[in-house]
């Protein structure tokens, strides 16, 4: 059913094709890439597992920075995961969250909780901790520095709610404003940037955990044996008496105002964002940077007024990703993404909305930004080809494509046959 998908999209977005096929070898090539040696070799591997695009970008980053990102993802990843266990007894959770600093130098210490490949991760965090240990010292430090604080944040909010806004943008400094300045640090310590200001380093790691946030609603608020909710009461109690009030059909209309209010919310940390990336000099860090950023303006644009987010999952389409991944190398790319998203939000704004004149004035002050920058003539369309357009090269590669799963498939149904047989 996944492939079938894959393909309508395709055939749907043709100009998809070909950063997909560019995005597949590049991953086959980050998976070549894996050290041997079984601490990084695990790192790189449970990396990949974690978040595959972040696996991929983060592979253009020179050797050394390259494996101090790496260990940085993963011990805040690991310490996401001691939160994100509603199962933990709290009197057990926050000891951890405020030690957890501490136990990356210990080589020998682990802690059994989380699912999946993230309890993989936190079975086996010595090779995780062996690995930090063989960087260099200012890294260490930049990465001790902000899981301790991260932690501490983390142990505040498990005893309190996100009632106010004040709260909301308290927890997301914690938990995503401290990535964004162990980020800054790391890129400093490496010699290839200089220190960015704290309040643009820390805007711009709000700016992607606002948006995870307000894609999450359904995961968190669905969460087994206690809802994780996140959304600030100071905005969902004007529209609902309960959080989970918002994802009951009758109360449809007061989600998607409410929704449309959190994203609203989110907006106001793009100027910040933009000047950070355009404060970049390295062409690797830039990218790194940059693609999240624009595949947060891309979710914000798809979730607004969308009440899918009250239902399932609401993500970028995989073709659009890779044409993001790939397209994405200087300023002016991100200037015309910015401005092109920005310009479907726009679209989707009903004037009857409550925040429609808030939300409009937060669109336009970004696209002025990006008008402003004198790029915007040369940019290439992230959103306004999305009707399907099949030039004859295009078909050409849609045949070769049809062709080659025909085969595939033609050549399996023969080697059945032979078992069969």
């Avoid at 043709?14 to 601490?39: F, N, R």
């Avoid at 940085?72 to 199962?87: G, H």
């Avoid at 643009?200 to 044996?225: H, V």
């Avoid at 009250?310 to 200037?335: E, N, Q």
Wanted: hydrophobic share 40%; proline share 3%.
């Amino acid at each position: 059913m996944g492939s079938l998908q894959g393909l309508q999209a395709m055939l749907k977005h043709p100009d998809d094709i070909y950063p997909l096929l560019k995005l597949k070898m590049a991953a086959k090539q980050a998976e070549k890439q894996i050290p041997t040696s079984p601490h990084w070799g695990f790192c790189y591997t449970m990396l990949h597992k974690v978040s595959r695009s972040f696996a991929l970008v983060i592979q253009q980053l020179g050797s050394e920075l390259r494996d101090a990102v790496c260990i940085f993802y993963l011990v805040l990843r690991a310490l996401d995961t001691v939160e994100d266990d509603t199962s933990i007894d709290t009197m057990v959770k926050i000891p951890i969250l405020m030690e957890f600093h501490s136990h990356i130098y210990d080589p020998d210490w682990h802690f059994a909780c989380g699912t999946k490949e993230y309890k993989i991760l936190m079975d086996q965090f010595h090779h995780v901790s062996t690995a930090f240990l063989e960087l260099n010292g200012s890294y260490q430090e930049a990465i001790e520095d902000i899981t301790m604080k991260m932690g501490a944040g983390m142990a505040k909010f498990i005893c309190k709610e996100v009632e106010t806004v004040d709260d909301y943008e308290e927890y997301c400094h914690y938990v995503a404003g401290h990535v964004g300045l162990g980020l800054s640090k790391l890129f400093h310590a490496s010699g290839k940037e200089t220190l960015l200001p704290d309040s643009i380093s820390n805007s711009m790691g709000i700016f992607l955990q606002k948006t995870n946030i307000i894609r999450d609603y359904l995961e968190d608020i669905n969460e087994i044996p206690k809802a994780r909710m996140y959304w600030p009461q100071e905005i969902w109690g004007k529209y609902v008496n309960k959080l989970e009030d918002l994802k009951y059909e009758k109360n449809s209309e007061k989600a998607v105002q409410c929704l449309n209010d959190m994203v609203t919310n989110a907006l106001a940390h793009i100027e910040d964002s933009l000047k950070y990336l355009s404060e970049l000099h390295d062409p690797a860090i830039f990218k790194f940077c940059a693609i999240p950023q624009i595949m947060a303006i891309g979710t914000l644009s798809l979730c607004y007024n969308n009440i899918e987010v009250f239902r399932g999952v609401v993500k970028l389409r995989r073709g659009l990703t890779a044409k993001i991944i790939d397209r994405t190398k200087t300023m002016a790319d991100v200037y015309s993404a910015f401005y092109d998203f920005c310009s479907l939000l726009k679209i989707k704004v009903d004037l009857k909305d409550p925040n429609a004149h808030v939300t409009i004035t937060s669109i336009e002050s970004a696209q002025k930004i990006c008008r402003e920058s004198g790029t915007l003539d040369k940019r290439k369309s992230y959103i306004a080809d999305d009707l399907p357009n099949y030039g004859p090269a295009m078909i050409a590669i849609l045949v070769v494509i049809l062709a080659i799963l025909y085969a595939y498939l033609s050549a399996n149904r023969s080697s059945k046959a032979k078992v069969t047989l």
